[in-house]
């Protein structure tokens, strides 16, 4: 059994005209380079989950998501590499894309519940009819979320720490990541809440109204931590999953400067707000920041089609 280690996880500068502009440095620490199928902050939010289903003696791990699924991808790729079945439930009627080709590769078993059957996912009861149909199965939430989630993120604060000579920075000022559930940020307080309470900046894949700030509450009061030390932006640029032609240049010159491969959803919109905020003077000269490459980059595969239609 593999586990995806951080030893060999770069943290590199971000090498960028408006960072030099505004003397910010920024080091990204690059996850999507962690696991080929666990990428990103995927297996720091499944870690404790795997270990949760594997102690209560399941024999696999249920989940939801949508048709490009970043979670379903990395929770079926996991499931299969640790000896587990999979079963997804997944948003939308059946449909043929390129994750969901992988998922079926994992061999994870695919249910589509329409639009209004995955809205039902909130509703009191919706999982008593999936244990009834696989009752030794370990259900994740979605996202990969819950505390245990975000706990599996928390350790990333410590080994960042013990990654700064790589840099040669003696410290930083905060942490700049995508936000899409807040799971991953909450992980990165609760880490620094046993360091030195460095901000966390969440840039919002999805619009406010997706109640990340209620989560990543009670996310903090579940693990015992103050309820501050974080900052949520809005980067969602007009919806989840939305991306504009502003976006797309962006992306692929961004790419073509730094070499730091992003995809349109999670990374892009996080990187574009932090230029807005570098380039709006939000920052003082001489801020130190840690970008987390949370991965994604799978779905990029269906986002390459749309990038040509908008620059066409
Ligand atoms: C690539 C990528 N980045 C960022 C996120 C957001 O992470 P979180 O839901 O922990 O806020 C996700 C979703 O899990 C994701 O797939």
């Known amino acids: 059994m593999s586990i995806p280690s951080l030893a060999s996880v770069p943290l590199q500068r971000l090498d960028l005209p408006w960072l030099h502009a505004a003397d910010v440095q920024v080091a990204v620490l690059r996850l999507d380079l962690i696991d080929p199928e666990l990428s990103g902050n995927k297996w720091f939010k499944l870690v404790h989950h795997l270990a949760a289903a594997q102690a209560s003696g399941a024999s696999g791990l249920i989940s939801l998501g949508g048709p490009h699924s970043n979670h379903l991808h990395a929770l079926a790729a996991a499931a299969k590499r640790y000896g587990l079945g999979s079963v997804g439930l997944l948003r939308g009627h059946p449909q043929q894309t390129a994750t969901v080709e992988d998922l079926q590769r994992f061999g994870m078993q695919l249910h589509w519940l329409g639009y209004g059957g995955y ?85 919002l894949a999805g619009p406010p109204s997706h109640g990340v700030a209620d989560a990543v509450s009670r996310l903090l009061r579940d693990a015992s931590a103050a309820d501050s030390g974080y900052q949520l932006i809005d980067a969602c640029r007009g919806g989840f999953g939305r991306f504009d032609e502003l976006l797309a240049r962006f992306l692929l010159e961004t790419e073509a400067i730094s070499g730091v491969p992003l995809e349109p959803v999670y990374t892009a919109k996080a990187m574009m707000a932090l230029r807005l905020n570098v380039q709006g003077g939000y920052f003082a000269a001489g801020t130190r920041l840690i970008f987390v490459h949370t991965g994604g980059l799978q779905g990029r595969r269906a986002a390459d089609a749309q990038l040509e239609v908008l620059l066409r």
């Open 119 to 203: 809205r039902d996912r909130h509703r009191a009861g919706f999982f008593d009819t999936w244990r009834d149909r696989y009752p030794d199965y370990y259900s994740v939430p979605e996202g990969g979320g819950g505390l245990a989630g975000a706990l599996g993120c928390a350790p990333l604060v410590n080994h960042v720490q013990t990654r700064l000579a790589d840099l040669g920075w003696a410290d930083y000022d905060g942490w700049w990541l995508a936000a899409g559930t807040g799971t991953t940020l909450a992980g990165l307080v609760i880490g620094e809440a046993q360091q030195r309470r460095r901000t966390v900046h969440g840039a």
